[in-house]
């Protein structure tokens, strides 16, 4: 009986047979994974790392956006990790990311490396593909993203933003290229399309933060037009205009940006966004 219980937990560790949601340690408590149906620890994988917004959580930022729904038909392994909770208030959870965003109360705590955290104990733990790493946030966990393709930039290949905004510091190119996409509602009235502040600190708007890694890239700096997508379901039609920064950028780099004609903060996702997201990351591995 005892060599059964062995051999089971023998081949459970090399094989996943069903889709499950496992536990890992980046030094902040257990930490949910999702991992994909069959997973074969011989064959490496994505990872994608989903970073909730100010006062949301992990799972309420992936119950929104649903990418945990694409885990087995795309063949990702997916973490979505909880802030920092405020020391005051009512202690939302934040990242901090950037001066404008959202550490209020000045706690200093090193959320960049606390990600990196997670990616490296995924990593030791998971058969990830290094060339596939990647960070998607929302709002504050938009900020967080951009902060963690600069601090990271050799190990994420690229990231996707909804409704956040890069950094206005002035600050020399990241050692790699790495690939942005930016999501943004014109009619955000928590993070302004156009930018704005936050307690008197700047954030650029959407097409300021992904001509900033345009450049950062090697890419020209002005967008090419490139189609349409239907990204909002309450919103009649294609309304999302998408602009291209893919010339001459280095090997690694480019930056798009899908503008939400009408969209909100929250947008009302349309049933395909997920997958729409998760192709154009996978399509933008490193080199």
């Known amino acids: 009986?005892?060599?059964?219980?062995?051999?089971?937990?023998?081949?459970?560790?090399?094989?996943?047979?069903?889709?499950?949601?496992?536990?890992?340690?980046?030094?902040?408590?257990?930490?949910?994974?999702?991992?994909?149906?069959?997973?074969?620890?011989?064959?490496?994988?994505?990872?994608?790392?989903?970073?909730?917004?100010?006062?949301?959580?992990?799972?309420?930022?992936?119950?929104?956006?649903?990418?945990?729904?694409?885990?087995?038909?795309?063949?990702?392994?997916?973490?979505?990790?909880?802030?920092?909770?405020?020391?005051?208030?009512?202690?939302?959870?934040?990242?901090?990311?950037?001066?404008?965003?959202?550490?209020?109360?000045?706690?200093?705590?090193?959320d960049s490396a606390y990600v990196r955290s997670v990616i490296d104990v995924v990593k030791a733990d998971y058969n990830v593909d290094p060339k596939r790493v990647y960070v998607i946030g929302h709002s504050n966990g938009g900020f967080m993203s951009y902060r963690a393709a600069y601090d990271h930039s050799e190990t994420i290949a690229a990231i996707a933003s909804l409704a956040g905004a890069a950094s206005t510091e002035r600050q020399p190119a990241p050692r790699s290229p790495v690939h942005v996409l930016q999501i943004h509602g014109t009619d955000d009235r928590a993070i302004a399309y156009d930018g704005g502040e936050i307690q008197g600190s700047a954030y650029p708007g959407a097409v300021g933060s992904v001509e900033r890694w345009a450049a950062y890239n090697g890419c020209a700096v002005e967008g090419t037009t490139g189609g349409a997508r239907d990204l909002e379901r309450e919103i009649a039609g294609s309304e999302t205009t998408v602009a291209q920064y893919a010339a001459g950028c280095r090997p690694g780099g480019s930056g798009e940006l899908w503008t939400i004609t009408g969209g909100s903060h929250i947008p009302v996702l349309a049933e395909t966004f997920n997958r729409q997201v998760i192709d154009w990351l996978f399509a933008h591995p490193k080199p």
């Open 1 to 110: 009986m005892k060599r059964i219980a062995w051999l089971s937990a023998v081949l459970l560790s090399f094989c996943v047979g069903t889709s499950a949601a496992q536990t890992v340690d980046a030094g902040r408590g257990e930490l949910p994974i999702r991992v994909p149906a069959g997973y074969d620890r011989a064959s490496p994988v994505p990872l994608v790392v989903l970073l909730h917004g100010y006062t949301s959580s992990g799972a309420e930022q992936d119950a929104y956006m649903k990418f945990v729904e694409l885990v087995d038909s795309h063949r990702f392994l997916l973490v979505h990790p909880d802030g920092t909770r405020e020391s005051g208030g009512d202690n939302n959870r934040f990242w901090n990311a950037s001066k404008a965003c959202c550490d209020l109360m000045a706690s200093g705590v090193d």
